[in-house]
């Protein structure tokens, strides 16, 4: 089939690899940079759990083929905290037991971090709806909205 | 599958005249397409060719009389425009509550307008506003209205070889609004949705009305009986019974012909109510 050498810089790395031409940037990340924070649910463009940054906005990667990701900076929840020093919307998801099972965590990260670098006063409201395209089945939301009320205040100071 | 990307509509065109293949896609945003990819039981296309990168076909323009949207603009380009917030209030509402924040920074307006989905959220805003739909192809260029370049779901008046370029709004001072029934707040499509484009005179009559909705029918449709029952005066009551002569609604998964139905006459209501101060609030 057509498989292509190219050159994907994630997280500030690049890398060079051989992709097949109709793999999404989500099976690149996970199968052959095995960076599998980013999580693969619904597939179809539903759950946002797969949501990774492509030039700074949040895009979900199940819907991205990975040969229009060429010459463009990704990055995944892998790239979000430096080391150990988690980055705010990280820290109080922890803090405020914004999680349960985790799994929609990476892409709540991954919406969340852009859209309050943008929007550092929104409202709780606002909020709601800048993470309206991420699905939780465990927490009710509740936990994981006072976490980025907490992280965004955290952000303005 | 093969993956081309031309930077421009001619390398588009030449392109197209050296492929062989038969089965081709052509990706936008790619927020409809790529979910109905299925490579293991080979549901691909021959050919993918990502227009992306074609020049020119991206970001919103105005002149005296025209917007002009490039079709490659993207749904929060347009959601974020105040110059759409301000003219064409239906778009801007529409754009705001399309999918999520993820989709809408991929979804182009003339991904949407090509997928022809009788449930697209930003069809009834253009069809109230009677937008007209620049297209390119190998011969030069046309324009179509946008009700008359849909034809069915997922079926348009688009050639061989051609793409949708721009999409032009008339600046008539014409206000609109959108509104959106859906079983999510986001990521939802619409159960049904509907566009109101409108002038009142100084003791709210209207002067001026139209209203189109999507999921009742093969294609958008204009509320055409319900507009002329409104423009004769009669009751918003006894105009409401009219809306089933204007659409063709079907029972799917996500809702029944009944509930749509029914549903549309009472979030016009609502509507016509609360929104533009008909009949008792």
Known sequence: MGLKQIELTVNDFSHPFLVESDETLLFTLRNRLYLTGTKEGCNQGTCGSCTVLLDGKPVLSCMTPTLRCVEKKVITIEGISSGENLHPVQKYLVKNGGLQCGFCTPGVVMTAVPFLEENPDASRREIKEGLSGNLCRCTGYKKIIDALENAAAEMRS | ?281
């Open chain 2, 1 to 281: 599958m093969k993956y081309f990307r031309p930077n421009s509509i001619d390398e588009y065109h030449e392109l197209l005249v050296t492929l062989k293949e038969t089965s081709m896609s052509i990706l936008a945003g790619g927020t409809d397409l790529m979910p109905r990819w299925e490579p293991d039981k080979g549901l691909m296309p021959d050919v993918l060719i990502d227009i992306k990168k074609i020049d020119g076909l991206m970001g919103i323009r105005e002149n005296e009389d025209e917007i002009i949207i490039g079709a490659l603009t993207t749904i929060q380009d347009i959601k974020k425009s105040i110059l759409m917030q301000n003219e064409f209030g239906s778009l801007s509402e529409a754009a705001r509550q399309f999918a999520g924040v993820q989709i809408r920074h991929r979804a182009t307006i003339g991904g949407n307008i090509c997928n022809a989905s009788p449930a697209g959220d930003i069809l009834p805003g253009l069809y109230v506003h009677q937008a007209n739909i620049q297209l390119i192809g190998p011969n030069g260029s046309r324009s179509i209205p946008i009700s008359k370049f849909i034809i069915g779901p997922g079926k348009t008046m688009l050639e061989p070889g051609e793409i949708v370029s721009e999409i032009h709004l008339l600046r008539k001072g014409v206000k609109s609004l959108f509104y959106k029934l859906g079983l999510r707040q986001s990521m939802a499509i619409a159960v049904v949705n509907f566009a109101i484009a409108y002038q009142q005179d100084s003791n709210g009559a209207f002067t001026s009305l139209n209203i189109a909705a999507g999921s009742v029918a093969p294609t958008i449709v204009y509320l055409e009986s319900f507009v002329d029952a409104i423009m004769s005066g009669v009751s918003l009551d006894e105009a409401i019974q009219h809306v089933d002569i204007d659409i063709s609604p079907i029972d799917d998964i996500r809702a029944t012909a009944d509930y749509r139905s029914t549903a549309l006459k009472n979030v016009l209501e609502y509507n016509f109510r609360h929104e533009l101060h008909q009949g008792n609030e």
